[in-house]
């Protein structure tokens, strides 16, 4: 006889966004077919049970910030991980499904000639469920007038930087990204720094022959931050056109968000583990050690500001937690962290150090682990919420019967997972550090289900996903991130704009 199922998770406390209970889940044809109480599913045949023992059951992360096999950017280093081995790492440490970048360079005059070739780098290569977003570095005409394909695409969202010479946009070319974005549903991330103020500031480092790598922090400072975040605040104001501010580091930024969220703009924000857990203590390390925390932005100050950006996680201010994964090799100079030393620089330049740092791996562990975030707060901002403003939701992020693929993460339940301090050989990457090494880690994911298979078993094997399982995921506009009034933006005959 057939069985009824093909999987069944008994003795879970599931967690949503909205409702923590004791419930069991009944998978059948890579769906969520069933949440019923605790219990009812006792008869029931299925090809696999696993007893949750009282754990906490989560639906699988969702990454909206990831950057694999980029080609340079910035100058050298390329990225460590390929689509193969990022995804790799993201099912290790429970995230299902994750949005990378296609990048667009300047030199550039169309997205979909950038989006056919990121096709083909993830294609058949990745363990887990994806998606891109179209990475703009030339808003040219004929780029701009390919949004409505994308959209037909299954592509929703795209993002921009206000710093780097090789993709920074200047303010009119933000608003025809804007403009554009809005009239197709299309949800735009920014790269909030002032890249004036950041060449200025290094230009002055420089001179003093301040070239370690925690000068990278001096180099970037707040204020770049803190302005930027403003200046896109109200771009987006006078376009109304949502966007998400990503990777916010400072207080004061969050501040600035927070205000722009209470006066009701369509105003979204990211953090990463990074502004959680480093300071500038971690790129103040003896020779070039700190050049494993160059990020950007970069880790602030204190532990106190690390604990403002955890109450804005808390309270709402931020819309997500991604990881902003974007590794490279630290002993490597042809393509890693060490390309910046030569004759010129024997020690390295902050201004040439690859910039980012790998996390897609340890995300959810990192702050699941650390009991700040109710847990409903936690897959919120690690699943519903990525889903939700990336068009994924409710086929991701949720468990709703029928409708949401089983995509699920069995955590430890109470007491059975003794902490450990974290090594970079446990973890599934292609990088030879990571920032948090030795880091106590309270929770791992037990087990991670997608679409009803079960792909990492922690106890009994570890990594059983295969490469090719992971499948392109057409995207719907956000259900999230709406602007506020309807009709297109445009300009009246007596010279006022407004929406018609």
């Known amino acids: ?294 990020c950007s932005p970069p880790p602030r100050e204190s532990e106190a500001d690390c604990d403002v950006i955890w109450d804005g996680l808390a309270n709402g201010t931020f819309t997500i937690l991604s990881s902003d994964h974007c590794p490279f090799r630290y002993d490597d100079n042809v393509d890693g962290k060490k390309t910046c030393i030569n004759d010129e620089y024997p020690e390295g330049h902050f201004k040439y150090i690859p910039n980012g740092i790998a996390g897609i791996e340890t995300r959810l562990s990192l702050a699941l682990g650390e009991d700040r975030l109710d847990v409903k707060k936690f897959v919120e901002l690690t699943s519903t919420n990525p889903a939700k403003l990336y068009g994924l939701y409710p086929l991701k992020g949720g468990l709703v019967e029928g409708v949401s693929d089983a995509d699920i993460n069995i955590w430890y339940p109470p007491g059975r997972m003794q902490p450990y301090a974290l090594k970079n050989e446990m973890l599934h990457h292609n990088v030879d550090y990571t920032p948090f090494e030795g880091r106590t880690m309270k929770q791992w994911p037990r087990y991670t289900v997608l679409r009803g298979e079960v792909v990492w078993d922690r106890d009994n094997g570890g990594l059983l996903g295969k490469k090719g399982y992971g499948k392109f995921i057409k995207r719907e506009a956000s259900s999230l991130a709406k602007p506020r009034f309807k009709g297109e933006w445009d300009i009246q005959s007596d010279g006022s704009f407004g929406f018609s």
């Not at 803190?226 to 990777?247: N, Q, Y």
Request: hydrophobic share 35%; net charge negative.
């Open 1 to 294: 006889m057939a069985s009824e199922y093909d999987l069944i998770i008994l003795n879970g406390v599931v967690v949503s966004d909205t409702e923590v209970g004791e419930y069991d889940i009944a998978v059948k044809n890579e769906k969520v077919t069933k949440i019923v109480k605790r219990g009812e599913l006792k008869d029931a045949k299925a090809t696999k049970t696993i007893d949750a023992e009282g754990a906490y059951v989560m639906p699988g992360g969702v990454d909206g910030h990831v950057h694999l096999q980029e080609p340079p950017l910035f100058g050298k280093g390329s990225s460590a991980d390929n689509f193969e081995t990022g995804s790799r790492s993201a099912i290790c440490g429970g995230t299902t499904t994750m949005v990378p970048f296609a990048p667009q360079k300047k030199s550039e005059d169309t997205l979909l000639d950038t989006l056919q070739a990121t096709h083909e780098k993830a294609r058949d290569n990745c363990y887990i469920d994806y998606s891109f977003h179209l990475l703009v570095g030339n808003p040219s005409e004929k780029a701009l007038s390919e949004f409505k394909t994308l959209r037909e695409e299954g592509i929703t969202s795209l993002k921009i930087y206000m710093t780097y010479e090789a993709l920074k946009l200047n303010d009119g070319e933000i608003l025809d990204v804007l403009l554009e974005a809005r009239k197709h549903q299309i949800t735009t991330m920014i790269h909030a720094e002032n890249g004036d103020l950041i060449d200025w500031m290094t230009k002055q480092l420089e001179k003093r022959k301040m070239f370690a790598p925690k000068f990278h922090g001096p180099s970037h400072p707040p204020m770049a931050e803190i302005e930027a975040t403003h200046r896109a605040i109200c771009l987006s104001e006078f376009m109304d056109s949502p966007i998400l501010i990503v990777h916010v580091s400072t207080p004061a930024a969050a501040a600035h968000i927070k205000s722009a969220q209470d006066r009701g703009l369509p105003i979204y924000a990211e953090t990463c583990p990074q502004y959680l857990f480093l300071t500038k203590n971690d790129l103040d390390k003896p020779g070039f050690e700190g050049a494993k925390c160059v």
